[in-house]
C-alpha cells in the first residue's frame, strides 16, 4: 500500500490530503498493527508507525524518533536532585481561585494539565510539568502552547507526544522532555496483568494489592502507576526527584466534574472522570502511598481544606500559614 498520500507533514497534518484520509489511514495502521500483535500490545496501536524508541540495558527509554527526526529527551540526564526545601504541586482545582498567589512564596513548582492558566493571574513559574491526558491537548492547545514554550522539564507519555505533534512542530518545543511511561502499559512491549506486575515490584516499585493494578513508583525510568488523575502521577514524579516536603495546590476531588476547573467557566468545562474514578482507583491509590512516603520522611500537605481526601490521608493546611513560615525571602519569579 502506498502511504505518501497519508504521511504527515511537520507536524501540522496533511498537506493536501483531507480530515477524512487521515483518519482512514490512522485506522488503516492501527488495523495491521492489532492484526499483527496481541491484545496485549493494543495500548500501543497508535504509536507503532509515528515513534521509534531507544532503551537502555535495564529497559529505561533514552532515545525517542518521531518519523525520522530525533525528539531531544533528558532521559538519562536528568537524576534525581534529593534537592532541600518545598515544592509546590498546583492542580487546577477551583479553590486555586481563592489562593492569593501574590502573597504565597514559591521557589519550585509542578504544574499539570491547565496549571499554566495560573499565569493570567501571577507569574508564577513552573520548574517542572506533567501531561498524560490525550483529551486536554486536543481541547486546550493554547495552554499547550504555553507549557512547551516555557523554559521548564515536561514530563509527557509517547502518546500525549503524538497528539502534541499534531498540532506543534518539534522546533516549537523550548521545554525539556522526559518521556514517561505507564509502568502496567510500557510502550511496544505486552500490558502487564497483576500477576506480571507483581514480578516487578521492589524497594522502588510498589504494588498495593495482589489484585489491582495500583501502586507507587519511586522510580520514573521504570514508570509510573495511573490513578485516573494526574496529580497522582506528579506527585511519583516529585518524590522520584528528591523532594521531601509537598504542598499540594486544588486538588479537590469533590465536586465529582460538577464544577468547572479554577480556568474553565461552565459553558467551556471539559469533561470530567472523578465520579467513576475516585472510590475504585484516586482514593485508594493516595490512601495506600501515604503510608510509602511517611516512611521515606516525604510530607505531603493538601492545602484544599474542603478536598474529598480525607486529612487522613494527608493533613490539610490553609495556604496562609505558608506565608507564616519564614518564607518572604522567596520569591515569585517571572515565566520565560
Known amino acids: 500500500m502506498d502511504t505518501t498520500a497519508f504521511r504527515l507533514h511537520g507536524g501540522h497534518g496533511f498537506s493536501e490530503s483531507p480530515s477524512v484520509l487521515r483518519k482512514l489511514s490512522e485506522a488503516v495502521f492501527r488495523m495491521f498493527y492489532r492484526a499483527t500483535h496481541g491484545r496485549s500490545h493494543r495500548h500501543s496501536d497508535r504509536l507503532w508507525h509515528h515513534i521509534k524508541l ?47 498567589y501574590r502573597r504565597l512564596p514559591i521557589e519550585t513548582a ?10 493570567d493571574r501571577v507569574p508564577v513559574r513552573f520548574d517542572y510539568y506533567c501531561i498524560i491526558d490525550t483529551n486536554f491537548v486536543k481541547s486546550r492547545r493554547d495552554l499547550v502552547e504555553r507549557v512547551i514554550s516555557q523554559d521548564l522539564t515536561l514530563f509527557i507519555t509517547p502518546l500525549v507526544l503524538l497528539y502534541m505533534l499534531k498540532f506543534f512542530t518539534l522546533e516549537m518545543f523550548r521545554c525539556k522532555i522526559f ?7 510500557p510502550t511496544f512491549a505486552p500490558a502487564r496483568d ?25 522510580d520514573m525510568t521504570r514508570g509510573y502507576f495511573d490513578s485516573k488523575t494526574v496529580a497522582y502521577t506528579a506527585l511519583q514524579v516529585l518524590t522520584w526527584l528528591g523532594y521531601k516536603e509537598i504542598y499540594i495546590h486544588g486538588m479537590d476531588l469533590n465536586n465529582r466534574g460538577a464544577l468547572p476547573r479554577f480556568y474553565e467557566s461552565r459553558e467551556t468545562m471539559q469533561p470530567s472522570s472523578l465520579e467513576q474514578d475516585f472510590d475504585a482507583h484516586i482514593e485508594p491509590s493516595f490512601r495506600y502511598a501515604q503510608a510509602l512516603l511517611l516512611a521515606r520522611g516525604v510530607q505531603v500537605v493538601n492545602l484544599s481544606l ?19 513560615r519564614g518564607h518572604l525571602t522567596q520569591r515569585h519569579r517571572s515565566a520565560a
Open 179 to 185: 518521556m514517561l511511561e505507564d509502568i502496567c502499559a
Open 54 to 100: 531507544e532503551r537502555d540495558a535495564h529497559g529505561a527509554i533514552r532515545a525517542m524518533s518521531y518519523r525520522g527526526q530525533p525528539v531531544p529527551l533528558v532521559n538519562g540526564k536528568l537524576k534525581p536532585l534529593h534537592k532541600p526545601g518545598p515544592v509546590h504541586l498546583i492542580t487546577t482545582g477551583p479553590s486555586i481561585s481563592q489562593i492569593d
Open 306 to 324: 474542603t478536598s474529598a481526601l480525607d486529612s487522613a490521608i494527608f493533613p490539610k493546611q490553609h495556604w496562609s500559614s505558608l506565608c507564616d
Open 110 to 119: 509542578i504544574g499539570v494539565n491547565g496549571a499554566m492558566a495560573l499565569y
Open 194 to 218: 497483576c500477576q506480571t506486575l507483581a514480578a516487578c515490584t521492589d524497594a522502588d516499585v510498589h504494588q498495593f494489592r495482589p489484585d489491582a493494578m495500583l501502586g507507587y513508583s519511586f
